[in-house]
């Protein structure tokens, strides 16, 4: 559940309800609270309950034809507060206007519940939308943060996890080293829930912030424990042997730099192939295309 997709600039979504499918074919059911200020056709989650709001929820709403049971989002909820008693007196009331939809307290909780039934019903009828792809935010283009420390270890962790769950893979397949599905998914968690849009931001309170960096802490244990384990199927321990990886999924050219070697050393790939190099700052530099081993 979510308002804040309406507030796209640019592309508004065609519904209010549907299933959103991932990219691994799973679906979830999404619904979008269609609360709107009186000076705006956003949605938002800080309304009113003046009939105009009340109202505004019906109007507003895109798929009418398949659900009828809609969710009013009201009080000052940005910064807390809550609805106040003028919006809980004003709602006891509804009920006696004519031509404004029917309102009745109740938790969140019992709506989905009851919003679910009503989406399976459809979904086996064959009527309910399904949006397949990213549910982007326009309005939050690019992130600028008063936290450097956390928007580095946002994107550092995020390659640290596909290079592992890459290389993890392959251990498998190559090693038969099992794929660590339990502590893959604890890193990832750990990763998403330091994405939350008050943390990566800087907008949150100090000891957000304290917390995170020993969360990150935990992340990069998790993965490093795994990486520890999957090495001895990727990787030859035997001196003057080096393995290079390209993890890109595209053929690439790099410079590759090894520190500890003589001026006389020469290379080769895997292959016997003299590869061209050069020493300097007492690192050895050499070009090399694509993934391969290659000896000293």
């Known amino acids: 559940m979510t308002t804040k997709i309406s507030w796209n600039d640019t592309n508004r979504l065609p519904f209010d309800t549907f299933l959103w499918k991932g990219i691994d074919g799973t679906e979830i059911t999404a619904h979008f609270v269609t609360t709107t200020d009186q000076d705006s056709d956003s949605y938002t989650y800080n309304g009113d309950t003046r009939p105009y709001a009340v109202k505004g929820v019906w109007d507003n709403y895109k798929n009418k034809d398949l659900n009828r049971d809609l969710l009013i989002s009201y009080g000052y909820g940005d910064g807390g507060g809550g609805p106040n008693r003028d919006m809980i007196e004003t709602l006891k009331h509804l009920n006696k206007i004519p031509g404004i939809p029917q309102v009745q307290f109740e938790s969140a ?38 936290q450097a420390y956390n928007k580095k270890m946002n994107r550092k962790m995020e390659f640290y996890l596909r290079n592992t769950e890459i290389r993890s893979v392959l251990a498998k397949e190559w090693g038969g080293i099992a794929y660590d599905r339990e502590r893959l998914q604890k890193a990832w968690k750990i990763v998403l829930c330091q994405q939350f849009h008050d943390i990566l931001p800087g ?3 100090r000891e957000v912030y304290e917390d995170s960096h020993v969360e990150y802490e935990k992340a990069c244990q998790l ?46 790939d895997e292959n016997g192939q003299l ?3 050069y020493t300097r700052m007492g690192y050895h530099r050499f070009w090399l295309r694509t993934w391969l081993r290659f000896l000293l």
């Open 275 to 277: 590869l061209g190099s």
């Open 203 to 205: 907008s949150s309170i």
């Open 109 to 146: 909780t019992e709506y989905f519940r009851r919003l679910r039934e009503n989406v399976e019903r459809n979904e086996m009828e064959g009527n309910l939308p399904v949006w397949d792809g990213e549910l982007y935010l326009e309005f939050h283009r690019g992130t600028y943060t008063s």
């Open 223 to 268: 993965l490093a424990e795994i990486e520890n384990e999957i090495s001895q199927a990727l990787y030859v321990e035997k001196p003057g042997v080096y393995t290079v990886w390209n993890n890109s999924n595209w053929k690439r050219s790099s410079v590759v730099m090894i520190s500890e070697t003589s001026d006389g050393d020469r290379f080769r």
